[in-house]
């Protein structure tokens, strides 16, 4: 299969994102990549699938191999130089880049430090590698501060950088990707594709799918398991499944992080408090927009000139 026909059913956010990084995995140079998206949204799904497709090529991209930032917090410089070994013409991926210890992040900076070649390593760079990181956090969240990563980790790791996006503000067609997870389930008995109402019923409720597709997931698995028990009718099957998903199986909503970016301190004054406020609440405008400022003050109902004030830290 060819990266074209691989994308053909995706829709145009999605595809953008995926050709990005494409671009990025098949650049000959040696750069960290940074993929942002909230859970569920295809982040290691399609770094698997790119790999699939470059497999037989040049681009060291021989194998993959994901990794939990959490369970590396505790390798010394040893044991990168152990995974560099194994890993070597293969693609690495850490995923949630955020849960790096500052330690590791020190550990892991000189290791990803190329070397005059583009390989990776530490006393030797020796390690032809390609590397990504995924996080889940704003860009925000991860650069302007170093709640989560210093600004010299950051610098080294955000040399690319894609975001996929999620339900919520995208133009993704739910329907479509519900068909794909549940043709994908086998389903050995009623295997007919749900009827029209619950299309409906995702189309009109896509804001609240914080998990993207492990929420599809559940819907399908849900729907299917009612639909095998036979004191329950067809029309009755969505009420039942929405109240479950309600109720014990829906994603969180996803943390957008203001609470931890912004603190009130008693060391400062409240103008200066308030000014701190001013930013961070920016922040959260512009990170649930989609990036857009103008977007977000006008649902906001504040002046757009203001937010770019607050946004550029120019006091009021």
Known sequence: MDFDSLIENENRQRKQAITKLNAYLTNPGRFSILVLGFRGTGKAHWLTELQKLHKESH??????????????????????????????????????????????????????????????????????????????????????????????????????????????????????????????????????????????????GSNILHGNFRDLDKLAINWHNYRLQDNIEEENILDLVEKDFNEFYRFPKHNVDLTRAFEISEDITWKDNLDNFKEAYTRFIKDTNNGSLKQGAKKAGISYRTMERWANGTRT
């Open 59 to 204: 681009l060291n991209l021989n194998s993959i191999t994901l990794i939990n930032a959490l369970k590396t917090n505790t390798f010394t410089e040893k044991d990168w130089i152990k995974t560099f070994k194994e890993i070597n013409k293969g693609l690495l991926v850490i995923t949630d880049v955020e849960e790096l210890s500052k330690e590791s992040q020190a550990t892991l900076f000189e290791g990803i430090s190329t070397g005059d070649g583009g390989k990776f390593g530490f006393k030797e760079k020796v390690y032809n590698i390609r590397i990504a990181f995924t996080s889940t956090k704003s860009i925000s969240s991860l650069r302007d501060n170093e709640t989560y990563l210093t600004h010299k980790f950051f610098d080294r790791i955000c040399q690319f950088t894609v975001k996929f996006p999620s339900y919520i503000g995208g133009d993704r067609n739910i329907w479509k990707d519900f068909e794909k997870t549940w043709n994908k389930m086998s389903f050995k008995e009623k295997n007919e594709i749900p009827k029209k109402e619950l299309r409906k019923w995702l189309e009109n």
